[in-house]
């Protein structure tokens, strides 16, 4: 069956602009997860949506980061006025148990 | 708050085994997990322990002590394709992972 989807696989925003990343998760899943990863490092927690519940926002890291998730399935993280620093790899996963994430691609930001 | 511990770097050879150990601190824990990265690619599941004890799944297992907040990796018969960082990941009071950095493996042949 499909995995879970990004998109866009690569973006090149300049600093300041706003931009919106994609997350399709698989089917059914009720938990759905984003995290950025910069290079060489490990993964770092932004957000947790579980089903209907209010998402865990305790991991973005300022107010210009926020995150949605549309009828319990796609998610939209958008990071308004974009600075070097937010440049990263960000995963979005999913979850049926919480004990075994699925990861997409990965869209990877770079801020100039 | 959460942290892990883990080893930056492993290097081994083909057929070798090779274990990759994870301390954690955590206010609440879940399971402790690993996964798999290949350079440029996803994060992948390996295995998840919730209860003390070894889970054994093919060439790899996992080793969880939540008395000793410790944990490990075991790789048996090293190939050349097990050359990728493996991230040891604890859930604890919230359902989302918190990873540590990560321990590259290099498999010489």
């Known amino acids: 069956g499909a995995g879970v989807s990004q998109s866009p696989s690569n973006k090149v925003t300049e600093k300041g602009k706003d931009v919106e990343l994609r997350c399709d998760p698989i089917?059914?899943?009720?938990?759905l997860y984003w995290y950025r990863q910069s290079l060489g490092q490990g993964l770092e927690f932004l957000i947790y949506?579980?089903?209907?519940?209010?998402?865990?926002k305790s991991g973005l890291p300022s107010d210009r980061f926020s995150a949605e998730r549309t009828g319990g399935s796609v998610s939209t993280l958008t990071i308004q006025r974009t600075q070097q620093e937010d440049s990263a790899v960000y995963l979005c996963?999913?979850?049926?148990?919480?004990?075994?994430?699925?990861f997409g691609p990965g869209t990877r930001l770079t801020v100039t | 708050g959460q942290s892990l511990e883990q080893p930056s770097e492993v290097t081994a050879v083909e057929g070798a085994i090779v274990q990759i150990n994870c301390t954690y601190q955590?206010?609440?824990?879940?399971?402790l997990s690993w996964y798999q990265q290949h350079d440029g690619g996803a994060p992948t599941f390996l295995s998840y322990n919730a209860l003390d004890g070894l889970e054994e799944t093919g060439r790899f297992s996992s080793f969880l002590s939540r008395s000793d907040s410790y944990g490990y990796l075991l790789l048996q018969e090293l190939q050349m394709k097990d050359s990728a960082s493996y991230f040891c990941a604890v859930s604890g009071g919230r359902r989302a992972l918190t990873f540590g950095s990560g321990t590259r493996l290099q498999v010489q042949p």
């Open positions: 949506f579980q089903g209907n519940s209010a998402p865990d």
């Open positions: 089917s059914g899943h009720t938990a």
């Open positions: 955590t206010s609440g824990f879940y399971g």
């Open positions: 996963a999913s979850s049926s148990t919480g004990e075994e994430q699925y």
